[in-house]
């Protein structure tokens, strides 16, 4: 297993009520599979610091350094993960971000390749530059992508010790989801 792994919820829609909690890698061919997973009755910041806190003692991670984890902004979450593993390097995923830049901005058709434009800046030069594009373009779209702390989604911003960009790819975390990713 590659040293970056993504974590999310989501809900259980069957006889079985409740949320899904997992953990995904990626192994040295690059597939995606999960490796840790639990029901719990809800998602939030009780939940997650227990399943945190697992991951943490069954992977042997430590403070977390030089371990990459992705999530989606989800406030408890991020709180549980910077409180258990301080030195990890938390990502945010794009795939979310623009998501959700999507449902507030619906009618800029160039948004999309201005995000991602941005997103996979090599260097802080480009991302620069690509950041003043998207302010140029709208800046309502502009304050909405800052608000979101662009640096923990953009390339330019990585760490090289995970060796993989994958807050830049378009996965879900739960492959055997439904295609918004909220039924199993």
């Not at 403070?63 to 030195?87: A, C, M, W, Y």
């Not at 997103?119 to 909405?144: C, R, T």
Request: proline content about 3%; overall charge positive; glycine content about 6%.
């Amino acid at each position: 297993m590659r040293l970056i792994f993504g974590i999310d919820g989501c809900f259980l829609k069957s006889d079985m009520k409740g949320q899904l909690l997992a953990a995904v890698g990626r192994d040295a061919n690059n597939q995606i599979y999960p490796f840790a997973w639990a029901v719990v009755q809800v998602e939030n910041t009780e939940s997650w610091l227990w399943f945190i806190r697992l991951l943490k003692t069954d992977l042997g991670l430590g403070n977390g350094d030089g371990f990459t984890v992705i999530s989606d902004r989800q406030k408890g979450l991020l709180n549980d993960v910077n409180e258990q593993l301080p030195e990890i390097e938390h990502r945010m995923c794009a795939r979310h971000i623009y998501g959700n830049m999507k449902r507030a901005h619906p009618k800029k058709p160039q948004m999309k390749s201005k995000f991602w434009a941005v997103v996979h800046s090599f260097n802080e030069s480009d991302f620069k530059i690509n950041l003043a594009e998207m302010k140029k373009y709208d800046v309502g779209v502009y304050e909405a992508f800052m608000s979101r702390n662009p640096r923990n989604c953009s390339r330019a911003f990585f760490k090289t010790t995970s060796t993989c960009e994958d807050a830049l790819k378009k996965f879900k975390f739960f492959p055997f989801a439904t295609e918004n990713g909220t039924k199993v």
